[in-house]
């Protein structure tokens, strides 16, 4: 049985990994699935306010757990069940470092996700991962939505 990570940061797009790999299963492919988040690790500030450290990573769990809640319910809502996983620090490396602790044969990530410079850098976690997994990694793009040009000309039309 094959092993997937799939790499989820709670935006709509980072879903589009969690519909593909369940795509895969639904024609047949036997899976288990590894849901991996990873959180930004606390700034100067988190860490001299609170002065407990074990107080900021329970947050990051906590935080990370949360933004999985969405694509846990797909895979449930499919009968399939996953093992969780939430890190802290650099995404594209700390996911390498989840595949290989958790077995993973391949991943499932979205081409964008809500980084902060997401729309500067197309798919810049997505990229690196490619560059630095052990394993194969498959890029879901997000299905793009037709123009509907004809409708807009003869809307045009109709008030010319």
């Given at each position: 049985?094959?092993?997937?990570?799939?790499a989820?940061?709670?935006?709509?797009?980072?879903?589009?990994?969690?519909?593909?790999?369940?795509?895969?299963?639904?024609?047949?492919?036997?899976?288990?699935?590894?849901l991996?988040?990873?959180?930004?690790?606390?700034s100067l500030?988190?860490?001299?306010v609170?002065r407990?450290?074990?107080?900021?990573?329970a947050?990051?769990?906590e935080?990370?757990?949360?933004?999985?809640a969405?694509?846990r319910?797909?895979?449930?809502?499919?009968?399939?069940a996953?093992e969780t996983?939430?890190g802290?620090?650099?995404?594209?490396h700390?996911?390498v470092?989840?595949?290989?602790?958790?077995?993973?044969?391949?991943?499932?990530?979205?081409?964008?996700?809500?980084g902060?410079i997401?729309?500067?850098?197309?798919?810049?976690?997505?990229q690196?991962?490619?560059?630095?997994?052990?394993?194969?990694v498959?890029?879901?793009k997000?299905?793009?939505v037709?123009e509907?040009?004809?409708?807009?000309?003869?809307?045009?039309?109709?008030t010319?």
């Amino acid at each position: 049985m094959l092993k997937i990570l799939i790499a989820v940061d709670g935006s709509a797009l980072s879903l589009d990994a969690v519909h593909h790999v369940l795509r895969l299963v639904q024609d047949g492919l036997r899976a288990s699935v590894v849901l991996a988040n990873v959180q930004e690790p606390a700034s100067l500030y988190e860490l001299v306010v609170s002065r407990d450290p074990d107080l900021i990573a329970a947050a990051s769990v906590e935080a990370g757990e949360h933004l999985m809640a969405p694509a846990r319910a797909l895979l449930q809502a499919a009968g399939l069940a996953c093992e969780t996983a939430v890190g802290v620090g650099d995404p594209a490396h700390v996911l390498v470092d989840i595949i290989e602790s958790s077995g993973c044969d391949m991943v499932a990530i979205g081409a964008r996700g809500q980084g902060a410079i997401s729309s500067a850098l197309l798919g810049s976690v997505s990229q690196e991962l490619a560059h630095a997994s052990p394993v194969p990694v498959t890029i879901v793009k997000h299905p793009e939505v037709p123009e509907q040009e004809d409708d807009a000309e003869g809307a045009a039309d109709v008030t010319a």
